[in-house]
């Protein structure tokens, strides 16, 4: 794991955060992953499998009063979590 990966997931969980993860891995696969996930600590509201490896695009509509209400970060492949600051 990568670090200061579990210290974020534990932040942005404090912070009330909706953790989602993705991952190109067949569904096939969800069992192994969870225990993957569980075993090395990880916690998230949702796992979305299956979605490939090519380029992912987030669409979001914005709030009624305007608001943005969807961010896309893509940090450098195993650099991590650990410094990404979310307002």
Do not use: C
């Not at 993705?22 to 996930?37: A, N, P, Y």
């Amino acid at each position: 794991m990568l670090d200061g990966t579990l210290d974020k997931l534990n932040e942005w969980e404090h912070k009330g955060y909706n953790i989602i993860l993705t991952t190109g891995r067949k569904e096939s696969l969800r069992k192994v992953t969870e225990k993957q996930l569980s075993e090395a600590g990880i916690f998230y509201d949702q796992l979305i499998m299956g979605i490939g490896g090519g380029a992912r695009y987030l669409i979001n509509d914005k709030k009624s009063d305007g608001t943005i209400a969807s961010f896309a970060i893509s940090p450098d492949r195993n650099y991590g979590i650990k410094d990404i600051e979310i307002q």
